[in-house]
């Protein structure tokens, strides 16, 4: 969600600052701020909006200054209005907020009982406030941030800059992400290496509890006892350049023709063509010995692990227990020996996720993590990363992540099915020749792009969408729905087949579309009786199925889409590109932000 860019340069640093915020784009934002420090004053300029409205305040009135810092805002406490937005002065002090600060309630009555002022409603002035009122004690500003973080609880990273020490930057992170970064005579803080990538590729994470103090010449960091560590200096590996839509209208566009390629780079490093079989990275645990299984994930992520509780039970019968995160905890689950807790995350920054994991190993469980970004917070602290190849996905709906984690997920099934010596090596090999086949099976999906878009109308002017699956394919039948709901803002509803009657079949009538995702194979028969007794009630249906199920079945229907013939095994691979593709052209019919959907964000880091 929200982003942080700091820089303590050589020359002007206005122009880097909103670069760097333009890379952050990705994470969602409603509002945004740069504020630098020259000849001893603060500089700001905010906006509320997308940064083309920042840039314009800039283009009319440029920032001088060689410090400063910048804040792509996704709103907590108050509106997106300019008053609310980062950064935030409070006399000496300049400071941004990622996260919640969740004792601010208190903190801000306290404040008030004082006599001071707040000009907006935001949790983050609080704490702009608490800083300057220890510096008005006579406390150094590194003391000051000192005293105040103890005092704050949530989850948070924060950047502190000083009207009176323009050399100086603090960074302090707890539940949130923060890097540093190392330049010549220069030095940075952000959100993330992509948000300094075009500055330095020298960079470090600050790791929980952490802050850090910067100068041009110097970074020191302190864990949260004030102890000075040193946090290894890493080559982050991002790249410099802006991400390129290429010749795509969206970025969402572009990652969802990525998938071929980028799922295909996933499987490779998991798939030993020449043994036929399938690999994990080293573990310092015997998978044979798992006995339960937690996978614990939000959102898109969420339905990977549904997929997975199939696939885990079928190939390896070992009991599979599946949870949003933010109820994870909150439910006291029975968590026992032998249990393999499982988090999958885009970002490996997810707040509910990221908690979900230290509460599976504070109970001593044995983690694993399917994530893209391998530097992240999630990835370090796993007992085994399981990296997904997707690269940055900038569109906020996940497409290319889900696909890979996918990957991953069929891939940590077959070996806990050989480690527990429920498959043979025949059996092995012909899942091998099936996941050989998905980026193929998906490229002949994207074949049908043309013909989806043109039903895409029918779709747009549907004030209700229902979904329809069975087996792997009904959370599937989730992930489509949350797709459509996500960046059409058309409400849609996924339901397993045969809950159909049970209660939903009330809201059919010939203005409800009906996706129905139904594979042939050995649930088919059951999933079109269900699409019947919707038909009969004059659902508008969609089927989603290969020639034999449309041979069989596509009659009475407003539209067919052809599937490749495929294994049910990577059926919800290669099935995730036609909903992916009817979400994103009813989107793109009705005229909303497809990349940027409104009140979401990429990477939630807060609960």
């Not at 992170?173 to 190392?182: D, F, S």
């Given at each position: 969600?929200?982003g ?26 409603d ?14 300029r905010?906006a ?26 996704w ?13 935030h ?34 949790d ?41 020490e323009?050399?100086l930057?603090?960074g302090a ?10 330049g010549?005579?220069?030095?940075y ?7 300094l ?14 802050w ?7 970074v020191?960091?302190y ?40 799922v295909?780079q996933?499987?490779?490093s ?8 399938v ?9 044979g010995?798992v ?5 614990v994930?939000c959102g ?12 885990i ?18 439910r ?14 885009q970002?490996?920054?997810t ?10 190993k ?6 694993a ?9 999630m ?7 399981l ?30 099915a ?5 498959l ?5 090999r012909d ?25 895409a ?10 979904y329809?699956?069975r087996?792997?394919?009904y ?18 509803e ?14 059919i ?15 088919f ?18 089927l ?10 596509g ?12 294994h049910p095994?990577?059926?919800p691979?290669?099935?995730a ?25 990429k ?5």
């Open positions: 969600m929200c942080i860019v700091g820089i303590l340069g050589q020359g002007p640093v206005a122009d880097r600052l909103l670069d760097g915020l333009k890379r952050l784009e990705y994470r969602g934002y509002s945004a701020g740069i504020c630098t420090v020259h000849d001893g004053e603060f500089d700001r905010r509320p909006g997308k940064l083309v409205n920042l840039a314009a305040e800039l283009a009319a009135h440029p920032l001088p200054g060689t410090s400063g810092i910048a804040h792509t805002r709103a907590t406490h108050g509106a997106p209005t300019v008053d609310n937005a980062h950064p002065i409070v006399g000496d002090v300049v400071l941004v907020h990622n996260g919640i600060i969740e004792n601010f309630k208190p903190l801000r009555d306290e404040l008030l009982a004082e006599g001071r002022e707040f000009k907006s409603q935001t983050t002035e609080v704490v702009a406030h608490l800083i300057d009122r220890e510096l008005g004690k006579g406390f150094k500003p590194r003391e000051a941030v000192a005293n105040v973080l103890p005092r704050l609880h949530g989850a948070f990273a924060l950047g502190v800059m000083f009207k009176s323009p050399d930057l603090i992170r707890l539940g949130a992400p923060l890097t540093v970064g190392y010549e005579n220069e030095n803080l952000g959100s993330d290496a992509l948000a990538a075009p500055l330095t590729q020298r960079i470090a994470y600050l790791e929980e509890g952490d850090a103090v910067i100068t041009r010449a110097a020191q960091v864990d949260r006892n004030n102890d000075p560590v040193k946090r290894p200096i890493v080559n982050s590996g991002a790249s410099g350049q802006l991400m390129d839509k290429g010749n795509h209208r969206h970025f969402m566009q572009k990652e969802i023709y990525e998938q071929p390629v980028v295909a996933t499987l490779r998991y798939l030993r063509p020449l043994e036929e079989q690999a994990l990275p080293d573990m310092e645990f015997d998978l010995s006995e339960r299984v937690a996978i994930a898109t992520a969420s339905y990977v692990g549904m997929i997975g509780k199939y696939w039970e079928q190939l390896a019968r070992v009991q599979v227990e599946v949870d949003v995160a933010s109820e994870f905890r909150y006291d689950p029975v968590l026992t020996p032998n249990m393999l807790g499982i988090v999958i995350s970002s490996g920054e707040a509910d996720t990221l908690a979900a994991l230290r509460h599976m504070a109970a001593g469980l044995t983690t993590g399917i994530i893209n970004v391998p530097t992240s917070s990835a370090r602290e796993v007992d085994l990363l990296p997904t190849h997707a690269g940055p996905e900038i569109g906020v709906a996940s497409t290319k992540a889900f696909t890979c984690q996918l990957a991953v997920m069929a891939a940590l099934a077959v070996n806990l050989r480690a527990k010596g429920k043979s090596p025949e059996e092995e899942i091998v020749h099936h996941l050989q086949e998905v980026p193929q099976a998906m490229s002949n999906a994207l074949a049908h792009d043309g013909e989806i878009e043109a039903m109308p029918k779709i747009a002017a549907a004030r209700d969408v229902l329809l699956g087996g792997p394919d959370p599937l039948a989730l992930e489509g729905a949350l797709k459509l709901k996500e960046i059409s803002y058309i409400h849609a996924g339901y397993a087949s045969g809950e159909m009657k049970h209660g939903p079949i009330a809201l009538d010939d203005s409800v579309p009906l996706i129905v995702l139904a594979p042939s194979g050995p649930l028969d059951k999933t079109v009786s269900n699409m019947q007794e919707a038909q009969a009630r004059g659902a508008q249906v969609v989603i199925s290969d020639a034999d199920g449309i041979a069989q079945a009659e009475n229907t407003i539209a067919t889409i052809e599937m490749p013939k495929v095994l990577i059926a691979l290669v099935y590109v036609p909903v992916q593709l009817l979400a994103y052209h009813v989107a793109v019919f009705k005229g909303t932000d497809v990349d940027q959907p409104r009140n979401l964000a990477s939630v880091t807060v609960e």
